[in-house]
């Protein structure tokens, strides 16, 4: 499962750069340090992993750049998963 994150993880970068050079959206004042998914993909995809549930997009434009405490927070804040388990982002 890991390779399908990779997969969009490295399709973001391709199109968009690595988040890295970009200010966190979130706070705006931290620089970004990673690709968080946003959620709201009408073709999201989900796949098992280690007991949780992970969500993620092959469309790079639904990732936000995030430094780490705002993607932590997201990641805790994120819409509920209607599946046993718990809802997690990829790319941590
Ligand atoms: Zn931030």
């Given at each position: 499962m890991a390779d399908l994150y990779r997969g969009a993880h490295s399709r973001t970068v391709k199109v968009?750069?690595?988040?890295?050079?970009?200010?966190?959206?979130?706070?705006?004042v931290r620089p970004a340090a990673e690709w968080a998914y946003?959620?709201?993909?009408?073709d999201e995809m989900r796949a098992p992993s280690n007991g949780a549930v992970c969500a993620y997009s092959d469309?790079?434009?639904?990732y936000d750049p995030l430094c780490r405490p705002c993607h932590r927070f997201r990641d805790g804040h994120g819409p509920p998963d209607p599946g046993p388990g718990q809802l997690v982002l990829p790319f941590d």
């Open positions: 968009r750069g690595p988040a890295t050079d970009y200010d966190c959206l979130a706070c705006g946003r959620g709201g993909d009408p469309d790079p434009s639904y």
